[in-house]
T-cell receptor, first 109, second 115 residues
Framework: AQRVTQPEKLLSVFKGAPVELKCNYSYSGSPELFWYVQYSRQRLQLLLR??SRESIKGFTADLNKGETSFHLKKPFAQEEDSAMYYCALSGTGRRALTFGSGTRLQVQP | GAGVSQSPRYKVAKRGQDVALRCDPI?????LFWYQQALGQGPEFLTY????????KSGLPSDRFFAERPEGSVSTLKIQRTQQEDSAVYLC?????????????FGSGTRLTVV
């Protein structure tokens, strides 16, 4: 079985502070990991994928297989980063995504 | 269209009523997924289509839930004899290729409230 855990329901930081949104997963094979974001009154959209090792809007995430984690990080938070963030996993041979319960990031001025 | 379109945006159903939710994916997208998102939770997988073939329906919670995509484009999720626990946002997503590697494009969802 595959499972994604996001331990924090809410993370509140001040503008300019570093941000780390935690994501842990359980899966016996080699997973693909994703971060999706939902801004207020907008659709859920892909933020980044571990396989592309990209930085989007200043966010990065590194897959740590030893710790089974895929934490999302940004060195300096901006107010426009305030949104709901979901970590998701896709297992080998399975096309569907398994999502975590989400973390609301609140960046205060 | 430019994105994934879902209708209706909101649906209120009396308990026991049947409902049909529509998804119009991006033209040419092979894969189509339905997810259920309860309040305060992440989306949970319901079913997956590759073109017109329903390849995975392991997430459908009961036999009251039925989905189809007869011509490989528009899909309909039908819920029979709705119950209060069916209240949720139903999300549709499509993808150009098989699998999740390229990411999905999500619709805005249909918020179903069963009273």
């Amino acid at each position: 079985a595959q499972r994604v855990t996001q331990p924090e329901k809410l993370l509140s930081v001040f503008k300019g502070a570093p941000v780390e949104l935690k994501c842990n997963y359980s899966y016996s094979g080699s997973p693909e990991l994703f971060w999706y974001v939902q801004y207020s009154r907008q659709r859920l959209q892909l933020l980044l994928r571990h396989i592309s090792r990209e930085s989007i809007k200043g966010f990065t995430a590194d897959l740590n297989k030893g710790e089974t984690s895929f934490h999302l990080k940004k060195p300096f938070a901006q107010e426009e980063d305030s949104a709901m963030y979901y970590c998701a996993l896709s297992g080998t041979g399975r096309r569907a995504l398994t999502f975590g319960s989400g973390t609301r990031l609140q960046v205060q001025p | 269209g430019a994105g994934v379109s879902q209708s209706p945006r909101y649906k209120v159903a009396k308990r026991g009523q049947d409902v049909a939710l529509r998804c119009d994916p991006i033209s040419g997208h092979v894969s189509l997924f339905w997810y259920q998102q309860a309040l305060g939770q992440g989306p949970e997988f319901l079913t997956y289509f590759q073109n017109e073939a329903q390849l995975d329906k392991s997430g459908l919670p009961s036999d009251r839930f039925f989905a189809e995509r007869p011509e490989g484009s528009v899909s309909t999720l039908k819920i029979q004899r709705t119950q209060q626990e069916d209240s949720a946002v139903y999300l549709c997503a499509s993808s150009l290729k098989q699998g999740a590697s390229l990411g999905y494009t999500f619709g805005s969802g249909t918020r179903l409230t069963v009273v």
